[in-house]
């Protein structure tokens, strides 16, 4: 099935040490988004690709950079993780000009714990 | 701009009783109007969407919502819970013709009784 799809599931990495998260998926879908999620809250929109066009939100730290070397690739860096940035890491993507307008179909998220 | 305002961090019913999370919203053009639902340790899956035409939308595993414009609501039901109901429910709005990028709600938590 097209899915979205998010390795690893699980992320342990230690105060400090760079981390890549990595976002996949099959819909053929123009927009990435990549959002961060603590416990009980809503998803917080870090950026996103409007095909190669990066948006990167007003709040983000400069922490947190993003690549996107093909249409179906996408992925999160955080350059020196700290306790604060350990949360669920969730990829979504859209197609605003398609027929499912702007629905978001999102990935099963990467847990990231920062030791 | 758009904004969305769910009532209530969570909700509690019994197995067979009625859901009912509420969500207001705030557009300045015609809205798009949608709930997901996220388990835990899941990503967010689409329930159901308001796009267009009929403004009672069913979705899936049972939930329906209507549009209510002159109220500015897009409430969630359920007419009877399951245990498998709970989860963490999110109300989202984005605008036709406008930003394609939706704004949540902060999310209501949906708990299940025996």
């Known amino acids: 099935d097209a899915m979205v799809i998010q390795n690893p599931r699980y992320q342990v990495t230690q105060f400090g040490k760079p981390v890549t998260l990595s976002c996949s998926q099959t819909?053929?879908?123009?927009?990435m988004y990549w959002y961060q999620q603590k416990s009980s809250q809503a998803p917080k929109l870090l950026f996103h690709?409007?095909?190669?066009?990066?948006?990167n939100e007003a709040d983000t730290p400069d922490n947190f950079q993003s690549r996107r070397p093909n249409t179906s690739f996408c992925f999160l860096d955080i350059r020196s993780p700290g306790l604060g940035d350990a949360a669920m890491y969730l990829c979504?993507?859209?197609?605003?000009?398609?027929?499912?307008?702007?629905?978001?179909?999102f990935g099963p998220g990467t847990r990231l714990t920062v030791l | 701009a758009q904004s969305v305002t769910q009532l209530g961090s969570h909700v509690s019913v019994s197995e067979g009783a009625l859901v009912l999370l509420r969500c207001n919203y705030s557009?300045?053009?015609?809205?798009?109007l949608f709930w997901y639902v996220q388990y835990p340790n899941q990503g967010l899956q689409l329930l159901l969407k308001?796009?267009?035409?009929?403004?009672l939308v069913k979705g899936i595993n049972g939930f329906e919502a209507e549009f209510k414009k002159s109220e500015t609501s897009f409430h969630l039901t359920k007419p009877s819970a399951h245990m498998s109901d709970a989860a963490e429910y999110f109300c989202?709005?984005?605008?036709?013709?406008?930003?394609?990028?939706?704004?949540f709600g902060r999310g209501t938590s949906l708990i299940v009784h025996p």
């Open positions: 989202a709005v984005s605008e036709k013709g406008g930003s394609y990028i939706p704004t």
């Open positions: 308001y796009t267009t035409g009929a403004t």
């Open positions: 690709y409007y095909d190669k066009d990066f948006n």
């Open positions: 979504a993507t859209s197609m605003p000009s398609g027929p499912s307008t702007d629905t978001q179909y």
């Open positions: 557009s300045s053009v015609p809205p798009y």
């Open positions: 819909l053929n879908h123009n927009v």
